[in-house]
């Protein structure tokens, strides 16, 4: 893409309207860009208006449920990744977790087993971490807590889960791979096992076979994760059996 | 620091968000429930004109809030208002959870798609954003009608540019600019300084 071209994408990426590989680019565009930079900010600041105009009256027990949840959730740190531009650190961390998971996954197959990786995983945390600070910070907060544990198994069709928890976070990460398409109109949807009940914990790319994914909320009391298949969009509660349940590494 | 930082039409009262953020980034519960006061609204409103489903948008905008909990001290007030940073990532995630339901599943009718503004009917009792929606809805109406649908169906129903160019039956490119001198005459229009 020509820079010409890259400078009218300001509206797109404003409107968050770029897909993930033209976003890395024009990301890449903005640092050297302060012209860009700054129409970014004005027009980051105008769709912001739009979103401010459909406000709505929130129910209470939104609130309450914010607020339940926020207090078991860990701050992070200040430090915010050296980004140009307008948006925030979150976004970006959102954007590279592909890659983040391609590193991880690299990690793990190539350390040959989840055995061999648990046993290196003093020595490679710190540069595993490395790496992946740079792609996916929030990934690799968990993958390179003092106390991430990781448990692998195998899900059906030869499809292997990674999950790794940290309790010190208070978060979880899942990586999978070679997990066959999910049916039409269905996804993989990820959840917390509190003591046999299946909490949300968010859903996976349906058109990803290989992916990392960040589980949504705090750990807090769970004692592992399950995988089902939902209808597009997830699921309050599980509505099939489960492809796969595991329990969270205690050693 | 009484910089009035609210990006809505009204400026007067109103409580101090950025002190408020400072606080929530020290682990402040409280100041995050006045917070929340402030943009748990705004938040909930937008996830719902992207991602539609009430239930799963309370999900989503659940996410939101407890994001602006987690990563309140990476604000920097250089880059904009705080409103302006936690509709900026409301909107990413709302979007994020429309596109992965999406890649699997057709999504609405064209014809559903093609009434983009959103209903603007959620009435909410607060003088100040009725005045900022009156004011939104003024701006939209000096857009050329491809600039505006462009605009609301990126922006309100979380459409790529590609997409949107597909659904309209336009060139990329004319999207691309579509999109941006659109947003500049809003810009211009509401008199949002960057």
């Known amino acids: 893409m020509s820079i010409a071209d890259l400078h009218t994408l300001t509206g797109a990426y404003a409107l968050h309207a770029l897909s993930d590989e033209e976003r890395a680019e024009f990301e890449r565009h903005l640092a050297d860009c302060e012209s860009c930079a700054q129409e970014v900010r004005e027009l980051t600041a105008t769709a912001s208006r739009l979103g401010l105009a459909v406000t709505v009256t929130p129910p209470v027990e939104l609130k309450a449920a914010v607020l339940r949840r926020i207090a078991v959730v860990r701050q992070d740190s200040p430090h915010p990744p050296a980004a140009p531009g307008a948006t925030s650190s979150r976004l970006r961390r959102a954007r590279w977790s592909h890659f983040a998971l391609a590193a991880c996954l690299a990690a793990a197959a190539g350390l040959g087993g989840v055995a061999v990786w648990q046993h290196q995983q003093a020595d490679s945390a710190q540069q595993r971490a490395d790496t992946a600070q740079r792609q996916s910070q929030q990934l690799a907060e968990v993958l390179a807590a003092p106390d991430a544990k990781a448990a692998t198994g195998s899900l059906k069709g030869g499809a292997t889960g990674t999950l790794v928890v940290s309790h010190s976070k208070n978060q979880a990460v899942f990586v999978a791979a070679g997990l066959p398409r999910p049916p039409t109109g269905k996804v993989y949807q990820l959840w917390f096992d509190d003591a046999g009940s299946m909490r949300p914990a968010g859903l996976m790319n349906p058109a990803r076979s290989t992916e990392a994914v960040l589980l949504s909320g705090p750990v807090g009391q769970a004692s592992g994760m399950g995988i089902t298949v939902e209808p597009a969009g997830g699921s309050p509660a599980p509505t099939s059996a489960p492809l796969a349940v595991m329990s969270f590494a205690t050693a | ?194």
């Open chain 2, 1 to 194: 620091m009484k910089e009035v930082v609210h990006i809505s039409g009204a400026r007067s009262a109103g409580p101090d968000l950025p002190e408020l953020l400072d606080r929530v980034a020290r682990g402040d519960q409280d100041a995050f429930s006045s917070l929340y006061d402030a943009v748990g609204g705004p938040v909930l409103g937008l996830v719902r004109t992207v991602v539609r489903d009430p239930a799963q948008s309370e999900e989503v905008a659940q996410e939101v809030l407890v994001d602006v909990w987690r990563t309140a001290a990476r604000y920097r007030r250089d880059r904009g208002s705080v409103m302006n940073w936690v509709l900026t990532l409301a909107h990413r995630r709302a979007v994020d959870r429309v596109r992965s339901a999406q890649a699997a599943t057709e999504r609405e009718h064209k014809a559903a798609l093609l009434e983009q503004t959103p209903a603007f009917d959620d009435v909410t009792e607060q003088v100040e954003s009725r005045l900022e929606r009156e004011q939104v809805r003024r701006c939209l109406r000096t857009l050329t009608e491809l600039q505006r649908q462009s605009v609301t169906l990126a922006y309100y129903r979380g459409m790529t540019y590609r997409e949107v160019a597909e659904l309209l039956a336009v060139p990329l490119g004319t999207v691309k600019t579509r999109l941006r001198d659109g947003l500049i005459r809003l810009r211009d229009c509401l008199g949002v300084a960057g």
